[in-house]
């Protein structure tokens, strides 16, 4: 009988630059970083998920979270929390038995900003687009009186920013990749042990 995978550590490990994006599964940069794995038994990998989260209890070095019917959204101990801290979402989906030598669940985690941060791209976003909109169209009505249209200039101006924006987005991910490790790793050692488990008949 296969040994039991060892629990995940309570300490925060360096993890080297390179093995960070490796243990992510970015291949190319993305506004939500995605994994899966192969699940044997959904049941009881949540019954495991449900238990470690009991155990741990918000206390540093561990995950908290909430676990639903098909999946849970995990992040780190408020203690550890930074403002580049991910969420880590899990759903569990059910393979087609033909696909598969043995019919069985899909594990997909996306990993994606915490609320707050989410909000704040949003409200940006918004704002960019209302003032890049009302340059174009107090651009338009200067030529239409026959003056010079200088209001232009907050398109681009806007559209520069937007793009600043969005490249902040994988600055955090940079920042976050460690969280994003722990996280991962959490996980992982959780679906080896409940594949490990034998089948409910």
């Known amino acids: 009988m296969p040994a039991p995978a060892p629990a995940p550590s309570r300490q925060r490990t360096r993890i080297p630059p390179a093995a960070r994006y490796h243990a992510a599964s970015m291949s190319q940069p ?4 995605v994994f899966t794995r192969p699940v044997r038994d959904a049941d009881a990998f949540l019954r495991l998920l449900r238990e470690e989260l009991a155990r741990a209890n918000g206390q540093p070095g561990q995950c908290r979270g909430q676990v639903h019917a098909r999946g849970a959204i995990l992040r780190l101990c408020d203690a550890e929390c930074r403002v580049w ?14 696909s ?4 069985g669940w899909c594990l997909r985690g996306t990993f994606s900003p915490s609320s707050p941060v989410w909000t704040a791209f949003l409200g940006i976003y918004i704002a960019l687009g209302t003032l890049g909109i009302g340059a174009a169209c ?24 937007a793009a600043f924006t969005y490249g902040a987005a994988f600055i955090g991910q940079g920042l976050g990749a460690e969280d994003m490790y ?15 488990l034998p089948l409910a008949s």
Do not use: K
């Not at 107090?138 to 920013?161: H, I, K, Y």
């Open 30 to 33: 993305r506004m939500r970083p």
């Open 85 to 98: 801290s991910p969420a880590l979402h899990l759903e569990l989906e059910p393979q087609p038995a033909e």
């Open 100 to 103: 598969t030598a043995a019919p």
């Open 138 to 161: 107090w651009g338009g009505a200067q030529l239409t009186m026959d003056e010079a249209p200088w209001a232009f200039v907050g398109v681009p101006v806007t559209l520069a920013l």
């Open 182 to 196: 722990l996280l991962r790793t959490f996980v992982e050692s959780l679906a080896e042990r409940a594949d490990a």
